[in-house]
């Protein structure tokens, strides 16, 4: 549990993404994953903070006041965090300090800010601190072509369903409700020194009644402890996804892959995929990697997710030539009987002649 201690000269930060209920994220490095912000603050952080976090949301202009309070002369700062397309303010970052006293470091606060048609194409947007966070260069508004790039390419593995599965839920439905995510990215992606970071994401998907559309809003920060678990209001359980990595993780004979089959793209695979020597579709779009004549009969095994029905398909590996392989698919079903959105496939080869 976390305990009241001095803010001066630790940097606060306070999620806005719902302006009715702001949420204290981080004191510090002490994570405080969605606390009450007057609850956690000390009596001169309440006095010398609160309003003018409060201004800042409401305006999104900065604050750079020298404040003569309680006989002692402070510095006091509170920044916007703004989303990169819409320039709403998502977050507020604030600081006092005596005097004279050197301010630390500002922490990088990443925000993104998704534009989700009602046909459900996704355009991304990230700031320039969410760049530095993963340690990417920046070149253009994201560094993914899509959702399911950055899922398979910049998100740890073992956290890779978590992610995929609450995005999709929070995008869905009528839940316009904060997630808060903990997970794990890969940095310094596609270089010969790539490293790990833990963060933690805090979300909200809105309607965009003048395009029909959505909004997906949110904030990422490099954390130090991790939460426990993931704050998901109403999308569903999703502590199964390390299960379903650790089956992954034990194929041995076989290729196992989970599938969207709302847009046919892969967002996870077992080691084999790569041992079998199969080429790894680009973003994860399975089309690029089945053969075209056998695209049809794998798309009706895996829609109709019936484990006992075996197919075969030929798959493209990394030296251009095409192998077969059985193919098996289970999506559980619905409450109405119907094959579920997500579906886990297994390949196996065929050998000899």
């Known amino acids: 549990m976390n305990t009241i201690s001095s803010t001066q000269n630790r940097w606060v930060l306070v999620d806005y993404l719902n302006q009715d209920q702001p949420c204290l994220l981080s004191i510090g490095p002490v994570n405080y994953s969605g606390s009450s912000v007057r609850k956690n603050l000390d009596l001169l952080g309440r006095e010398l903070l609160m309003d003018r976090i409060k201004a800042v949301a409401e305006t999104g202009h900065e604050i750079h006041d020298a404040v003569h309070h309680r006989g002692v002369n402070y510095r006091v700062l509170a920044l916007p965090i703004n989303s990169p397309m819409t320039n709403t303010v998502l977050a507020v970052l604030a600081i006092y300090t005596a005097d004279g006293e050197g301010l630390p470091p500002r922490p990088p606060i990443g925000a993104l800010e998704w534009t989700v048609s009602k046909t459900g194409h996704i355009e991304t947007s990230w700031n320039d601190d969410l760049f530095a966070i993963y340690e990417i260069d920046r070149s ?89 678990a993931p704050i998901t209001p109403g999308f569903g359980d999703f502590h199964s996804s390390s299960l379903l990595r650790a089956v992954f993780e034990l194929a041995e004979e076989q290729v196992l892959m989970a599938v969207d089959t709302s847009c046919w793209q892969t967002f996870m695979t077992s080691s084999t995929w790569q041992r079998f020597g199969i080429q790894s579709p680009r973003f994860g779009y399975l089309p690029h990697v089945i053969h075209p004549d056998d695209y049809r009969i794998f798309r009706d095994t895996v829609e109709e997710s019936r484990p006992s029905r075996r197919t075969m398909v030929r798959l493209l590996h990394t030296d251009s030539t095409y192998r077969l392989y059985t193919v098996r698919a289970s999506s559980g079903h619905d409450e109405d009987g119907t094959p579920g959105r997500y579906a886990v496939v297994m390949m196996s080869p065929i050998t000899g002649p």
């Not at 560094?143 to 956290?159: A, H, K, R």
């Not at 992610?163 to 995510?181: E, F, G, H, P």
């Not at 270089?191 to 809003?217: C, H, M, Y």
């Open 140 to 228: 253009g508004q994201s560094p993914t072509g899509d959702m399911n790039q950055w899922v398979s390419e910049l998100i740890s593995p073992e956290d890779r369903t978590r992610m995929k599965v609450t995005i999709d839920a929070a995008i869905t439905s009528m839940n316009a409700q904060r997630y808060l995510v903990p997970y794990k990215i890969i940095t310094r992606f596609a270089t010969a020194v790539p490293g790990f970071k833990n963060l933690e994401v805090s979300g909200r998907v809105i309607p965009d009644e003048r395009r029909q559309g959505k909004w997906l809003r949110a904030i990422t920060r490099e954390v130090h402890e991790i939460t426990p």
